[in-house]
């Protein structure tokens, strides 16, 4: 009986399915939210993204999407509104590399003679690249993660280990589509990747004991794990191992926000145009 319910939802898609490609390119603005931004939506921190996009749908309503994408992000305490956030004076940024996959879903079955345009949502699973950095007194580029600015890897914190530069997420958004023509897609989208690390821009849990911390890593480790020194309000205290740096109960995340502009092309081996599918069985009457 399942088997049966199983065809007969598919049998419209696998029957009547316009097979078709779409290669594109994207470009936009891309934003982060974590322990160094508050706001999914800030006033200031945005930064360029572009990339290149694949999509190849077996159906008007579902096709599945891959792209490949550039973007920059960045976040730093001096743009919080909390002044408790802004004498921690903490700020990172990194370039950000990701490759996606996922399944992408027209409301709205888009073709040649019906629907021009339809709003669309999709979901997938990335694999992201990125090296927070910092800049130094004298504006040059510091890698954080070598710095172990949280003790990760130090034998005295065995719980923070390094944490690696390649990453998952999961992203997730939608947009809307409209057809041109009959080759060309404009998209507008949004898409948001909840990822799997809590280190994307290098704070995730407490402070570390300074001491240790210098022994072990140097006066630089130091200096970029705890700024709050660099600021005339600060009263000579260093913070210990109970003093919180960010919050672990939540990861972080990034999002992309654009337009997508894609050719339309058939699928190889379509045999028979789209709307020659759609069109009615003429019924003859026979002549007597």
């Known amino acids: 009986m399942v088997k049966r319910i199983l065809v007969l939802l598919l049998f419209p898609i696998v029957t009547f399915a316009q097979k078709h490609h779409e290669v594109g390119i994207f470009g936009g603005t891309s934003s982060y939210y974590g322990d160094l931004q508050e706001r999914l939506f800030p006033e200031e921190g945005y930064r360029a993204c572009g990339g290149l996009t694949y999509k190849y749908f077996v159906h008007p309503s579902v096709g599945f999407r891959f792209g490949a994408t550039y973007a920059s992000l960045y976040g730093a305490d001096s743009l919080s509104e909390s002044s408790a956030v802004r004498a921690r ?20 079955p888009v073709d040649f003679d019906e629907f021009k345009f339809s709003p669309y949502a999709f979901v997938g699973l990335a694999l992201f690249y990125y090296n927070p950095y910092t800049m130094g007194p004298n504006y040059e580029k510091i890698y954080l993660r070598p710095l172990s600015t949280e003790g990760q890897g130090l034998k005295q914190y065995p719980d923070r280990n390094i944490y690696s530069l390649v990453n998952v997420g999961v992203p997730l958004g939608g947009g809307i589509k409209v057809l041109i023509g009959k080759r060309v897609f404009v998209s507008a989208e949004i898409g948001f990747r909840y990822t799997a ?16 911390l210098f022994r072990y890593k140097g006066k630089q480790s130091v200096d970029l794990s705890f700024r709050t020194d660099e600021l005339s309000t600060w009263d000579g205290n260093y913070p210990n191992d109970k003093f919180v740096r960010g919050d672990n109960m939540k990861k972080d995340w990034y999002w992309f926000a654009g337009l997508n502009v894609a050719i339309y092309f058939d699928a190889f081996g379509n045999v028979m145009p789209y709307k020659k599918t759609r069109c009615p069985r003429r019924i003859f009457k026979k002549d007597f």
């Open 197 to 212: 690390t809590d280190y994307l821009d290098d704070v995730s849990k407490s402070y570390v004991n300074m001491d240790t």
């Open 89 to 108: 004076n903490l700020n990172f940024q990194t370039n950000l590399f990701e490759f996606h996959g996922g399944l992408e879903v027209n409301l709205l």
